[in-house]
T-cell receptor, first 116, second 114 residues
Framework: AQKVIQVWSTTSRQEGEKLTLDCSYK???????LFWYKHLLSGEMVLLIR??????AIERSGRYSVVFQKSRKSISLVISTLQPDDSGKYFC?????????????FGSGTKLTVEP | EAAVTQSPRNKVAVTGGKVTLSCNQT?????MYWYRQDTGHGLRLIHY???????EKGDIPDGYKASRPSQENFSLILELATPSQTSVYFC?????????????FGPGTRLTVL
């Protein structure tokens, strides 16, 4: 069963708008992390934000933030003031603490197009 | 900042041919991973490794082998490439530091099997 679910496969917005990308996850572990990655058009995979359940989100950029709802097992990425360079594919990922088993589970991604 | 490199960046292969994708990391991470990314599937784990000499099957290992000859290097091998293996392949390294975990990705290799 899919552990990380991103409902939207594609979306488009206008420059200057604010966008929220939703992600839900399934885990029975106490210790886990959540990540948002961006797959750039150049091919590079960039870490945007890491969220641990017990801490405030660590933002990688001032325009990226998260809405974390632990009880609902939901983490949304919020991008304020969209720019054309924000175009790309965004992945939500889950890491669970298991003995000797450090693996990330990825959602299917949301492709974002920002129109000038 | 973490450094993971992959070679080649682009590869065109013929059906039935052997393909080797290479990955190098300078982070001294114990764990390394190979993923493929296809539209509608996100990233899927092919093989991973806990350290030099170890390889483990991920979620979709069929048709792939892996080799971890050293801490720094992790290769993905397609002995008999098929068109269904046309994809973008990502290598990553990661480690658990205390209770914090992070994974760093290479730039990806675009493989086309004709």
């Amino acid at each position: 069963a899919q552990k990380v679910i991103q409902v939207w496969s594609t979306t488009s917005r206008q420059e200057g708008e604010k966008l929220t990308l939703d992600c839900s996850y399934k885990t029975s572990q106490v210790l886990y992390h959540l990540f948002w990655y961006k797959h750039l058009l150049s091919g590079e995979m960039v870490l945007l934000i890491r969220q641990m359940p017990s801490t405030i989100a660590i933002e990688r950029s001032g325009r990226y933030s998260v809405v974390f709802q632990k009880s609902r097992k939901s983490i949304s990425l919020v991008i304020s003031t969209l720019q054309p360079d924000d175009s790309g594919k965004y992945f939500c990922a889950l890491w669970e603490l298991m003995s000797n088993y450090n693996v990330l589970y990825f959602g299917s991604g949301t492709k974002l197009t920002v129109e000038p | 900042e973490a450094a993971v490199t992959q070679s080649p960046r682009n590869k065109v292969a013929v059906t039935g041919g052997k393909v080797t994708l290479s990955c190098n990391q300078t982070n001294n991470h114990n764990n390394m991973y190979w993923y493929r990314q296809d539209t509608g599937h996100g990233l899927r784990l092919i093989h991973y490794s806990y350290g030099a000499g170890s390889t483990e099957k991920g979620d979709i290992p069929d048709g792939y082998k892996a080799s971890r000859p050293s801490q720094e290097n992790f290769s993905l091998i397609l002995e008999l490439a098929t068109p269904s293996q046309t994809s973008v392949y990502f290598c990553a390294s990661g480690d658990l530091g205390g209770i914090s975990y992070e994974q760093y990705f290479g730039p990806g290799t675009r493989l086309t099997v004709l």
